[in-house]
């Protein structure tokens, strides 16, 4: 990648200003971004953010990198045949709750098992804020929306066992307005080779009333307080499934890591093994289908 003078948080913004609403938690996850971006010394024109649809989905158009602004729930497809295609670009998809766990929710568990080497940020804030306030897969049980005026009778997606489970190789959590470990998690997520997944809680103080930057903050913890080896998936799993809005606390950190292949890796080696091999003769089989 090409080395730059390294640049300050601002200098990765746009002239484009952020058009959420006032108080979004999504401000703190481009403020975090940026510090990242800046902190790692990460050059725009080798970077890539690709979004889908939503409101957090319109943080491309903030940033001076690459950006691609895509189909609803279909960022992960997009930015893996980026990946594939120039392995040398470094590549981040950003978006929300909806476009990644309900429409994109197919694409997560394939991005992770192949351990394909980009950095999903997903800004959760467990309610459709840009179609005006449905429920979404994270949002709590019981709760009230336009969709749901009698109480959603559904059980919350759980995004860190999700993640976990399908065999992401870095999986953290963090809460918008810490832009210090969002920050921090976003750098350590770029660097990692593979697959890595944050998923950050970030309230919309619009459309969802419950879960609150008030309600949170008691709720919030260092998740190095209680676990410290990052490469205990077994650890990881008991935490994700047992934090959330019925239990007294929620971990922010580093959940898990570890190293594995990535997907190039993976082609590569297969390549350097196969040079030199017989090839099938392309034009015999293409005969076969000839009139």
């Not at 996850?29 to 790692?40: D, F, K, P, Q």
């Not at 008691?218 to 008991?238: E, F």
């Not at 292949?261 to 015999?284: A, Q, S």
Request: glycine share 8%.
């Amino acid at each position: 990648m090409e080395a730059i003078q390294q640049l300050k948080p601002k200098d990765y913004r746009s002239d484009i200003p952020p058009i959420w609403c006032a108080g979004c938690g999504d401000y703190g996850v481009l403020a975090s971004l940026t510090t990242a971006l800046s902190v790692n010394n990460v050059s725009p024109v080798d970077t890539v953010l690709v979004s889908g649809i939503g409101c957090s989905s319109r943080l491309p158009y903030f940033v001076t990198t690459f950006g691609m602004h895509t189909c609803h729930g279909r960022s992960i497809p997009i930015a893996t045949g980026i990946k594939l295609a120039r392995p040398e670009l470094r590549v981040i998809v950003v978006g929300g709750d909806g476009d990644h766990f309900s429409i994109g929710g197919g694409h997560l568990p394939h991005v992770a098992r192949k351990n394909i080497d980009l950095t999903l940020i997903v800004m959760d804030n467990s309610i459709y804020g840009l179609t005006k306030g449905q429920a979404s897969p994270t949002s709590r049980g019981g709760m009230v929306t336009t969709t749901t005026p009698h109480g959603s009778p559904d059980v919350p997606l759980n995004p860190i066992a999700y993640a976990l489970v399908y065999g992401a190789t870095f999986v953290a959590q963090s809460f918008s307005s810490n832009i210090k470990l969002t920050a921090d998690l976003i750098g350590q997520a770029m660097n990692h080779k593979g697959f890595a997944f944050i998923n950050v809680i970030s309230p919309c103080p619009t459309f969802n009333k419950a879960d609150t930057f008030e309600y949170y903050k008691p709720l919030l913890k260092n998740i190095d307080d209680i676990h410290t080896d990052k490469g205990d998936k077994v650890k990881a799993m008991s935490l994700a499934l047992t934090m959330g809005r019925e239990s007294a606390e929620v971990p922010i950190g580093l959940f898990y890591q570890e190293k594995r292949p990535t997907y190039v890796d993976k082609l590569t080696e297969i390549k350097i093994k196969n040079k030199g091999t017989n090839k099938p003769d392309l034009e015999k089989i293409i005969d076969v289908f000839r009139p």
